[in-house]
């Protein structure tokens, strides 16, 4: 059974830095690219970024390149979402999810999604 | 960057069908996928490949796209289909892009 098992809530004051973490487990997990996707309060689905474990190719949508560092440790089958200085507005529950990619196309949409890992920035 | 158009909210009465669009720049050049999202839960695949069902999605959810529009279609709507739409495009250039995300209400 495909799985992505987020980490928990996190409390934090602006300023701190965050990683959060997204593990993988029933596939093979350096095949498939990890998605994050941050929603806000009430908000709709944001792509932020995305990462293909196997050789940490990385892309991110332009609205957060600069903002958020992607990244995958093969060896624990784990992808990870990090910040370096958190904002009040970056508050939000983010989901990690699975690519289904074949032949260079992403048609498949992401197909498993983690439980989300909900993010709270407040003074 | 590239956007995705959805209704805010779309109303249905159980067993009818129900209609939700997606419209973006020469969208039928890209994939579609739909996603349903309830209350409390991570977003579920419902549609990807622009007409294809994931193993477990019932019959009744159905998807096309042509031109720029790309349509989500729930034939026989139940209660239990009540919840938040996604559409989502993927192409070599503009990567994932998810839509505003439509409310369907059963009623």
């Known amino acids: 059974e495909v799985q992505l098992v987020q980490s928990g809530a996190e409390v934090k004051k602006p300023g701190e830095s965050l990683k959060i973490s997204c593990g993988g487990s029933g596939y093979t997990f350096i095949g498939y690219w990890i998605g994050w996707v941050r929603q806000m309060p009430g908000r709709g689905l944001e792509w932020m970024g995305s990462?293909?474990?196997?050789?940490?190719?990385?892309r991110y949508s332009p609205s957060f390149q600069g903002q958020v560092t992607i990244s995958a440790d093969k060896s624990t089958s784990t992808a990870y979402l990090q910040w370096s200085g958190l904002q009040a507005s970056d508050t939000a529950m983010y989901y990690c999810a699975r690519g289904y990619c074949s032949d260079g196309s992403c048609s498949g949409g992401f197909d498993h999604w983690g439980q989300g890992t909900l993010v709270t920035v407040s003074s | 960057s590239y956007e995705l158009t959805q209704p805010s909210s779309v109303s249905v009465s159980p067993g009818q069908t129900a209609t939700i669009t997606c419209s973006g720049d020469?969208?039928?050049?890209?994939?579609a996928c739909w996603y349903q999202q309830k209350p409390g839960q991570s977003p579920m695949l419902v549609i990807y490949q622009d007409n294809k069902r994931p193993s477990g999605i019932p019959e009744r959810f159905s998807g096309f796209n042509s031109g720029d529009t790309a349509t989500l279609t729930i034939s026989g709507t139940q209660p239990i289909d009540e919840a938040v739409y996604y559409c989502?495009?993927?192409?070599?250039?503009?990567?994932?892009?998810f839509g505003g995300g439509t409310k369907l209400t059963v009623l």
């Open positions: 989502q495009a993927w192409g070599s250039n503009t990567l994932w892009v």
């Open positions: 020469n969208l039928g050049s890209q994939y």
């Open positions: 990462i293909l474990p196997e050789d940490s190719n990385t």
